[in-house]
């Protein structure tokens, strides 16, 4: 069985559970009316599962490389690619002024969801492109907007992020890469930059480089750090590439997965680069990028779950041992948590670009606050998900799976990444319990109590249900409670656990959403059951290591770690 994009279930969710009506009926995303939606979500699953899926297995085995100084991508991506352009996907959430469709980021995040279990190292390259779209729009001169919008948005050319280096990763104030003034407006980029995801390939008349360089004056720290557009071949006045700029890849990575995605050590050598979003302002300008980058992540880790999901499915109705092996209790329970992983973790990040969308479109700081608090959690339940249903997916395989040419092992290679990349979700973990809390966790209350009243509107229908929902409500409420009394270390050493909770319950309240919907009896409400029955009860246990901070973790000494 190949892989079929789930536009079935993501129809469900955007008509019954996390719905588009609210964000189509703003004035700005008017357009996405159900018919759009409709045409969107079935000419999307067309492309994925007839050009995309495809690629998948040979992308893995014939993997970009490096030949003369040109990054050489996998069979049949450049046309897949061209394909995705000429389609108008990577503009679907752009902007009009510039080509882009004006679509919400709730029917873009479905269509990357797709793409993803379709193949996720082709998928990263769009995905890419349209953060450094976001950020250009939000941060960038007109005169830069005019040049590289449209070419970007079209498929013309392509766009990456270029944070890291070799002694700054998550500590981005300690790059060393530096922009020195030309005189004419424009700035000599010098310095390297690893984990490039796309930093070079041959499917492009160009590539545009975000890259975070720190200028003369800068200080140190983030504070002093300028973010500068960096094309591979510099545009003449039409925008045709002219020279080539002093930009080029030295090597790629070797990777456990996503081998098909060309992952760049790039050396800026006097390259010549345009300043975005002021001097001394390139976080704020990169940030934007990485938010958009943060959510599509988790909708990346959602993709690859589908995706091993589907095919652990096929292989169990296949398998004969004593009869099909789906018939066996223990691999029932393996792809029914399975499916209902995939479920909420779907549903959690659909929810997060409805509280983008909503903030958009109304200003309202009520739904820019629960964006702020979704994306990190959106981001490491979603990819947690993948991570955990791949690792599944193998194990149904059972030997066959751990043998490379089945293909589950490299859903479970591929989706390693994405708890790691856009911040790791530690770091998502730590900015929900510290940034997203300094309103005293008004937001946070505000979605638990939403998950509370979900539970008492299902209590007819789906009594014993909405009693466990309704009770994990309470604890994760009681639970964040206690975390806004922690000190800062405390509450780092309680994140993780706090985050996965917050997820947990969150899936809960979106299966009853479900069910209720389908209403009892369905195939939704039997889903659900398993969610909410064998599931639901682990935030019990995250929430008890969570309020244990970071006490026990530092009670052990550095040598106590040894063995």
């Not at 997965?257 to 300008?285: D, F, N, Q």
Request: aromatic letters at 6%.
């Amino acid at each position: 069985m190949s892989y079929r994009a789930a536009q079935s279930d993501i129809r469900f969710i955007l008509d019954h559970v996390v719905p588009l009506a609210p964000v189509a009926a703003t004035a700005r995303f008017a357009e996405a009316t159900p018919e759009t939606a409709g045409a969107v979500l079935a000419e999307a699953a067309r492309l994925c599962d007839e050009v995309i899926a495809p690629l998948n297995r040979g992308a893995d085995q014939t993997p970009a490389r490096l030949e003369n100084g040109v990054v050489r991508t996998s069979p049949g991506f450049a046309d897949a690619l061209r394909q995705w352009g000429e389609g108008g996907w990577i503009g679907l959430a752009a902007g009009r002024e510039h080509g882009g469709m004006g679509l919400p980021q709730l029917l873009n995040m479905a269509v990357q969801d797709m793409m993803a279990g379709a193949c996720l190292a082709l998928q990263l390259n769009p995905l890419l492109t349209q953060g450094q779209i976001e950020a250009l729009e939000t941060h960038a001169s007109d005169e830069l907007k005019a040049m590289y919008l449209p070419r970007l948005i079209s498929g013309e050319w392509s766009g990456t992020m270029c944070l890291t280096e070799p002694q700054a990763g998550s500590d981005v104030g300690a790059l060393r890469t530096r922009a020195e003034p030309l005189g004419d407006g424009t700035y000599a980029i010098t310095g390297q930059k690893i984990f490039i995801t796309w930093g070079d390939n041959d499917c492009f008349a160009n590539i545009s480089h975000a890259v975070l360089a720190r200028l003369p004056d800068g200080g140190p720290g983030t504070r002093g750090i300028s973010l500068f557009l960096v094309p591979k071949f510099l545009p003449d006045a039409d925008g045709r590439p002219g020279k080539p700029n002093g930009v080029k890849p030295v090597s790629l990575e070797h990777k456990l997965g996503i081998h098909g995605s060309p992952t760049c050590v790039m050396a800026y050598e006097g390259a010549k680069g345009w300043l975005v979003g002021g001097p001394h302002r390139g976080m704020a300008a990169m940030f934007t990028m990485m938010n958009n980058a943060r959510l599509a992540v988790g909708v990346q880790g959602v993709g690859m779950a589908e995706a091993a999901c589907q095919k652990a499915l096929a292989y169990a109705r296949e398998r004969e041992q004593m009869g099909p092996i789906i018939g066996h209790a223990d691999v029932r329970r393996m792809l029914a948590r399975m499916r209902a992983e995939v479920f909420a973790a779907r549903s959690v990040a659909l929810a997060c670009a409805q509280a983008l969308d909503m903030a958009r479109a109304t200003g309202a700081t009520d739904w820019q606050a629960r964006a702020a608090l979704l994306t990190p959690i959106a981001k490491g339940f979603g990819t947690d998900a993948g991570c955990a249903v791949a690792d599944i997916g193998v194990q149904v395989h059972g030997g066959m799976g751990f043998i490379e040419e089945t293909g589950a092992a490299q859903y479970l290679r591929d989706v390693r990444i994405t708890p790691i990349y856009e911040g790791t979700n530690g770091i998502q973990a730590m900015d929900l319990v510290g940034r997203k809390m300094m309103d005293g966790g008004e937001a946070a209350f505000r979605l638990i109590d939403e998950v509370g009243e979900g539970a008492e509107a299902a209590q007819a229908g789906f009594a014993d249900l909405s009693e466990r929902v309704r009770d994990a409500a309470r604890n994760l409420r009681g639970g964040t409670e206690a975390l806004l009394a922690q000190g800062t270390q405390d509450r780092n050493g309680a994140a993780v656990p706090y985050a996965r909770a917050f997820g947990r319950v969150l899936g809960a309240h979106f299966h009853l959403k479900a069910a209720l919907a389908a209403g009892a009896g369905s195939a939704r409400a039997r889903l659900a059951a398993v969610y909410v029955r064998r599931l639901l009860p682990e935030h019990q246990a995250h929430l008890a290591e969570a309020r244990d901070g970071a006490e026990t973790l530092y009670a052990l000494t550095d040598d106590e770690l040894a063995p």
